[in-house]
């Protein structure tokens, strides 16, 4: 079940809702309904991987228990270990078995034959909230909850569920035991489910037609023509942005619904002026996790520089292995390293002087940034090349035609998700009566629209459910 479909927006969510006000006497009858919801919520698609959710579940809530019931540092270490290996044996197995298999027939020069297993959905997201949680309890930064059905809600909880964003137990220990759901938080909460949904539907959906064609054409002998090269990594571009920036809308404004809190996700990376900018507005709870869990506890820059290199080769080699379990994501990881070592080494931007040389880097930054999503995008390394190769190199007049159609096909999209995806009004001006006027109206005709695209059964798929 997904957030941008019917049956969620007029049955899942009109259900929950009514149940967890039923239910607001008891937190403790609130999380056991949320709780059971979620599992249903998860289970809509694929029943049979519930079973690894509740094991996830029931593991981090036993592990804790036992890693806060020691004294001695010793064992608190080999429980915390014990745990560690648990949580990330359920992603090598699911996630990357096959990936280490295939490496592992290639050094042998022989066959090795593993259990094609199918990817269980937001298995990294749930895990690292797992990992989360018992890590917390061992720094002693949290006390584990000895309550199975708060762990469960906090692990399994549906609106941040399947792709994000990824929720600490630290953010929401209050929530999960004394939370209220006002008014207000129920009007935040509503317009930014809306503006999530407009912005998955609208945006995302249609732009992904324009970007799969791309990159289809791209497989294709020829490759692809350098103008729809360029079209269709700029409407990949703004795809994914408004597919997993949408998706985090509506899981922030779900949230809101039920009284919790989560942190921002997004913040415009676009309008970075950096690639280290980039990465403090882009997917901020992933970046977050990475450096608190991560880079800070191998030393951050702290430490030397060669060190500190180390450090963030180690985190940016993991943030594209979380990923996929593929040689592109690997390499879209470290090519993300490698520039945001030579901007650290170097001092840019802030070295750069004048404001044209910030402009142009600024544009330097957005063609890093779409040419890296080439490769995430691409299926094989060789195709990723091929791409880029006829987006930086002229491949001739051949598909020009195919091009401008498709551009003029989907040009209000593109234009509406480059404008959109730069702040346009000012916060001071968002607080004005007659400004939330006209957005509550902008919302509900936009919501009104999406419907009709939802109910001509249009292409809905969410990129980050494959994480």
């Given at each position: 079940?997904?957030?941008?479909?019917?049956?969620?927006?007029?049955?899942?969510?009109?259900?929950?809702?009514?149940?967890?006000?039923?239910?607001?006497?008891?937190k403790?009858?609130?999380?056991?309904?949320?709780?059971?919801?979620?599992?249903?919520?998860?289970?809509?698609?694929?029943?049979?991987?519930?079973?690894?959710?509740?094991?996830?579940?029931?593991?981090?809530?036993?592990?804790?228990?036992?890693?806060?019931?020691?004294?001695?540092?010793?064992?608190?270490?080999?429980?915390?270990?014990?745990a560690?290996t648990?949580?990330?044996?359920?992603?090598?197995?699911?996630?990357?078995l096959?990936?280490?298999?295939?490496?592992?027939?290639?050094?042998l020069?022989?066959?090795?034959?593993?259990?094609?297993?199918?990817?269980?959905?937001?298995?990294?997201?749930?895990?690292?909230?797992?990992?989360?949680y018992?890590i917390?309890?061992?720094?002693?930064?949290?006390?584990?909850?000895?309550?199975?059905?708060?762990?469960?809600?906090?692990?399994?909880?549906?609106?941040?569920?399947?792709?994000?964003?990824?929720?600490?137990?630290?953010?929401?220990?209050?929530?999960?035991?004394?939370?209220?759901?006002?008014?207000?938080?129920?009007e935040?909460?509503?317009?930014?489910?809306?503006?999530?949904?407009?912005?998955?539907?609208?945006?995302?959906?249609?732009?992904?037609?324009?970007?799969?064609?791309?990159?289809?054409?791209?497989?294709?002998?020829?490759?692809?023509?350098?103008?729809?090269?360029?079209?269709?990594?700029?409407?990949?571009?703004?795809?994914?942005?408004?597919?997993?920036?949408?998706?985090?809308?509506?899981?922030?404004?779900?949230?809101?619904?039920?009284?919790f809190?989560?942190?921002?996700?997004?913040?415009?990376?676009?309008?970075?002026?950096?690639?280290?900018?980039?990465?403090?507005?882009?997917?901020m709870?992933?970046?977050?996790w990475?450096r608190?869990?991560?880079?800070?506890?191998?030393?951050?820059?702290?430490?030397g520089?060669?060190?500190?290199?180390?450090?963030?080769?180690?985190?940016?080699?993991?943030?594209?292995?979380?990923?996929?379990?593929?040689?592109?994501?690997?390499i879209?990881?470290?090519?993300?390293?490698?520039i945001?070592?030579?901007?650290?080494?170097?001092g840019?931007?802030?070295?750069?002087?004048?404001?044209?040389?910030?402009?142009?880097?600024?544009?330097?930054?957005?063609?890093?940034?779409?040419?890296a999503?080439?490769?995430?995008?691409?299926?094989?390394?060789?195709?990723?090349?091929r791409?880029?190769?006829?987006?930086?190199?002229?491949?001739?007049?051949?598909?020009?035609?195919?091009a401008?159609?498709?551009?003029?096909?989907?040009?209000?999209?593109?234009?509406?998700?480059?404008?959109?995806?730069?702040?346009?009004?000012?916060?001071?001006?968002?607080?004005?009566?007659?400004?939330?006027g006209?957005?509550?109206?902008?919302?509900?005709?936009?919501?009104?629209?999406?419907?009709?695209?939802?109910?001509?059964?249009?292409?809905?798929?969410?990129?980050?459910?494959?994480?």
């Amino acid at each position: 079940m997904v957030f941008s479909s019917l049956i969620f927006v007029f049955l899942f969510l009109p259900f929950v809702l009514t149940g967890n006000f039923l239910l607001s006497f008891s937190k403790k009858w609130q999380n056991s309904f949320l709780m059971g919801v979620s599992l249903v919520f998860y289970a809509w698609g694929e029943p049979r991987f519930v079973i690894i959710m509740m094991a996830s579940i029931i593991w981090n809530w036993g592990m804790a228990l036992w890693m806060d019931s020691c004294q001695r540092e010793s064992v608190r270490n080999a429980i915390l270990g014990i745990a560690l290996t648990g949580d990330t044996g359920i992603l090598l197995v699911f996630k990357y078995l096959n990936f280490l298999s295939t490496i592992a027939s290639r050094l042998l020069n022989t066959e090795l034959s593993v259990l094609q297993l199918p990817l269980p959905i937001g298995i990294s997201f749930f895990t690292f909230q797992g990992l989360s949680y018992v890590i917390d309890v061992w720094r002693r930064d949290a006390k584990a909850e000895k309550n199975m059905v708060n762990v469960g809600l906090y692990i399994s909880f549906f609106p941040q569920l399947i792709a994000g964003p990824i929720v600490r137990y630290l953010d929401i220990k209050e929530e999960l035991a004394n939370r209220m759901c006002t008014w207000r938080d129920m009007e935040t909460g509503i317009a930014r489910f809306l503006t999530g949904f407009s912005k998955k539907v609208l945006l995302a959906n249609n732009l992904a037609f324009f970007a799969d064609q791309a990159f289809s054409l791209n497989a294709e002998p020829g490759g692809v023509n350098t103008i729809f090269a360029w079209g269709g990594i700029l409407a990949y571009t703004l795809q994914i942005y408004y597919d997993f920036g949408g998706y985090s809308d509506m899981a922030i404004g779900l949230g809101n619904m039920f009284g919790f809190h989560f942190r921002e996700n997004f913040d415009y990376p676009y309008a970075s002026s950096s690639v280290s900018e980039f990465w403090r507005r882009w997917h901020m709870s992933l970046s977050g996790w990475f450096r608190d869990y991560i880079y800070i506890p191998l030393g951050g820059n702290r430490v030397g520089v060669w060190k500190q290199m180390r450090n963030l080769m180690v985190v940016w080699f993991l943030t594209g292995l979380w990923h996929g379990a593929d040689y592109t994501f690997i390499i879209w990881g470290l090519f993300y390293w490698c520039i945001i070592i030579a901007e650290k080494l170097t001092g840019v931007p802030q070295n750069i002087k004048g404001k044209a040389g910030k402009r142009i880097y600024r544009l330097a930054t957005i063609l890093a940034v779409m040419s890296a999503w080439v490769v995430f995008r691409a299926e094989s390394m060789v195709l990723a090349m091929r791409f880029l190769r006829n987006m930086y190199v002229w491949s001739g007049w051949e598909g020009t035609g195919l091009a401008l159609f498709y551009l003029r096909e989907y040009k209000w999209f593109l234009i509406a998700g480059v404008l959109l995806a730069f702040p346009m009004v000012p916060q001071e001006m968002k607080e004005k009566r007659i400004v939330m006027g006209i957005q509550s109206i902008s919302l509900l005709v936009l919501f009104l629209v999406s419907l009709s695209y939802l109910a001509k059964g249009s292409y809905n798929p969410f990129i980050y459910f494959n994480f």
